[in-house]
């Protein structure tokens, strides 16, 4: 079998030393074994910024999406966190729905941000600003989980929906600024 020499290139090895730690910490406190070959090159690929090793592999073959944002700060990112920052790609788009609702809701709150505070939308409008923000094509689930959480508010017969003035956890506010740094376009 021929090995493929896939490069791995790391702006801040420090970042990266912390983040592997940090994943083989989180394996240790929860009882793992040791990893194996895969599960180490998937770790790898993580602390680099990366969703797993396939990801690393598509990257270096040109065939792979952006990979998710991998902010300077994120070993001070909660388990939570970092798990949700994986559900983005560069362009800070959900690229799929989080299994974990815990994960779920985090990314939900990025969602959240892109509303304007005291404007009236409509659904057409609401769809719009969702979907410039997910890459899998299921908008009406992610306006029910905006609307579920209270982030969005809207009229009974779902003629008019609103941003809902919500103050995120410090957990959240931390993954909110880990996205902002990562992605170049927020707020533009």
């Known amino acids: 079998m021929t090995r493929m020499l896939l490069p791995l290139s790391i702006a801040d ?52 999406p952006n990979p998710a944002p991998a902010p300077a700060h994120s070993a001070t990112l909660s388990p939570t ?11 800070g788009r959900l690229v ?3 299994n974990k609702l815990s994960v779920q809701q985090m990314a939900m709150w990025w969602m959240w941000t ?11 409008e609401v769809n719009q600003v969702i979907n410039a923000h997910h890459t899998f094509g299921d908008q009406a689930t992610l306006r029910r989980e905006l609307v579920n959480m209270k982030l969005l508010g809207r009229k009974s017969d779902c003629s008019e929906y609103w941003k809902e003035p919500a103050r995120p956890s410090a957990d959240v506010q931390e993954f909110l600024r880990a996205m902002r740094q990562g992605n170049p376009n927020h707020g533009k």
């Open 81 to 91: 966190a970092r798990k949700t920052l994986m559900q983005f790609d560069m362009a």
């Open 96 to 98: 799929r729905l989080p």
């Open 114 to 124: 892109h509303f304007a505070p005291r404007r009236k939308y409509t659904e057409k």
């Open 13 to 64: 090895v420090s970042s990266f030393a912390k983040n592997l730690k940090n994943y083989l910490s989180e394996r240790h406190a929860d009882g793992h074994s040791p990893p194996s070959h895969l599960e180490l090159l998937n770790l790898l690929a993580r602390a680099a910024g990366l969703r797993n090793y396939q990801t690393l592999r598509a990257a270096a073959t040109g065939s792979a």
